[in-house]
Every structure is written in structure tokens, then in C-alpha cells.
T-cell receptor, first 114, second 114 residues
Framework: NAGVTQTPKFRVLKTGQSMTLLCAQDMNHEYMYWYRQDPGMGLRLIHYSVGEGTTAKGEVPDGYNVSRLKKQNFLLGLESAAPSQTSVYFC?????????????FGPGTRLTVL | AQSVTQLGSHVSVSEGALVLLRCNYSSSVPPYLFWYVQYPNQGLQLLLKYTTGATLVKGINGFEAEFKKSETSFHLTKPSAHMSDAAEYFCAVILYSGYSTLTFGKGTMLLVSP
């Protein structure tokens, strides 16, 4: 099993451009999460999904949109990128059977907005 | 509201010395507690977790942590540091919640010198 994969690994955008980050998991997990990691800030939750077709806002949702059309995929979109969105983005997934189950993380996407 | 505080953004130890990384949480109800490790340019990996039961939790790579309710702490320890332990460590907490969103501390970078 590949676990959680993220595409792309690196991306440079200009201010105002749009892009979509793809997260895919092959563990049949119900729950999926998008985080951003900034130096000295730890990881902060952007959006999450508890099942196909459902999404919810996390701690820092502004400027991002998400979609969960298929159970195995969770997309994070930036409609108009800003320099403040320069960050490393991590996707995670977990099984729904218990609320303290481990979240499995992808390798991250490093995004720079100029 | 819940929060996680990790004391010290950087901790330096010598190889073979005791590792102690501090984590305190604030929560109105007993939380689930986690320690994750992040090696350079990688995603996060679960070290250990506390859910219920025994307050001393053993994890991978020789790490352990003790849940102390009276001190609202969940400090991570390892008796003897190895060079390979150099990484960033994150404490995280969730409440008894069906959606189990993780709240992370800001992280502690562990530096190990020969």
C-alpha cells in the first residue's frame, strides 16, 4: 500500500494564480484532513472531511476550498494565491472506527507564492 | 477551548543523554494525547498515544510518555539519545470528539550532538 500520497511535491505560484493540491489514500479511510505547517507554528487544520461529499472548516480555512468527490481523494484549492499561503501542506487520513485512531500523514507539498 | 504548549522550541542533548521534551495541555475534559515525530523533509509519524488506562505509555524507538492529570502534562522521554533521534517532535491533543481534529503544539526541535 502507498498510504497517503500528495501531488505535487513542490510548486511555485505567482500572487493571484490558482492551483489544486491532490491528496490520495488507499487505506479506505473515512476521515481526511488538510493541515498547513509554518515555522514556529506547528500544524494547523485548514479543512477536513468525514466522508465522501462532506467537508468542514478547521482553524484556518480562509482562502482555501476543498472537495471530497471520491472517498480516496481530498482536494485542496487555492483560488487566488497570496504570499501568506506560502507553507508546507500536509494531508492526513484516519479510520473512523475510533476517535483516537492514528492519523496517517502524507509527505507534504511545499508551496511558495511570490 | 483546548491548547497545547511545548516548552522550548529547541532542545540540545549529547548522544547517550536523557531526552526530555515537555508538553502541557489545557482542556476541560480528559483528552487523548499524542506525540508525533517529523524527520527532515518528511511527513509526521506517530510515536505514541495516550487514550485511557495506564498513564505511562511506551512508543516506538525507545520513547515513552507519562500522562499526569494533576499537572496537565504529557512529557516525552527517552533514557539515552541516539543521533538518529534528531528531528522535530510535536505534541497533539484531541477531545472526546467523533471527528477527532488534532490540535498541535508548535513543536520542539531535538538536536543531538556526538
Amino acid at each position: 500500500n502507498a498510504g497517503v500520497t500528495q501531488t505535487p511535491k513542490f510548486r511555485v505560484l505567482k500572487t493571484g494564480q490558482s492551483m489544486t493540491l491532490l491528496c490520495a489514500q488507499d487505506m479506505n479511510h473515512e476521515y481526511m484532513y488538510w493541515y498547513r505547517q509554518d515555522p514556529g507554528m506547528g500544524l494547523r487544520l485548514i479543512h477536513y472531511s468525514v466522508g465522501e461529499g462532506t467537508t468542514a472548516k478547521g482553524e484556518v480555512p480562509d482562502g482555501y476550498n476543498v472537495s471530497r468527490l471520491k472517498k480516496q481523494n481530498f482536494l485542496l484549492g487555492l483560488e487566488s494565491a497570496a504570499p501568506s499561503q506560502t507553507s508546507v501542506y500536509f494531508c492526513a487520513s484516519r479510520d473512523r472506527s475510533s476517535s483516537y485512531n492514528e492519523q496517517f500523514f502524507g509527505p507534504g507539498t511545499r508551496l511558495t507564492v511570490l | 477551548a483546548q491548547s497545547v504548549t511545548q516548552l522550548g522550541s529547541h532542545v540540545s542533548v549529547s548522544e547517550g543523554a536523557l531526552v526530555l521534551l515537555r508538553c502541557n495541555y489545557s482542556s476541560s475534559v480528559p483528552p487523548y494525547l499524542f506525540w508525533y515525530v517529523q524527520y527532515p523533509n518528511q511527513g509526521l509519524q506517530l510515536l505514541l498515544k495516550y487514550t485511557t488506562g495506564a498513564t505511562l505509555v511506551k512508543g516506538i524507538n525507545g520513547f515513552e510518555a507519562e500522562f499526569k492529570k494533576s499537572e496537565t502534562s504529557f512529557h516525552l522521554t527517552k533514557p539515552s539519545a541516539h543521533m538518529s533521534d534528531a528531528a522535530e517532535y510535536f505534541c497533539a491533543v484531541i477531545l472526546y470528539s467523533g471527528y477527532s481534529t488534532l490540535t498541535f503544539g508548535k513543536g520542539t526541535m531535538l538536536l543531538v550532538s556526538p
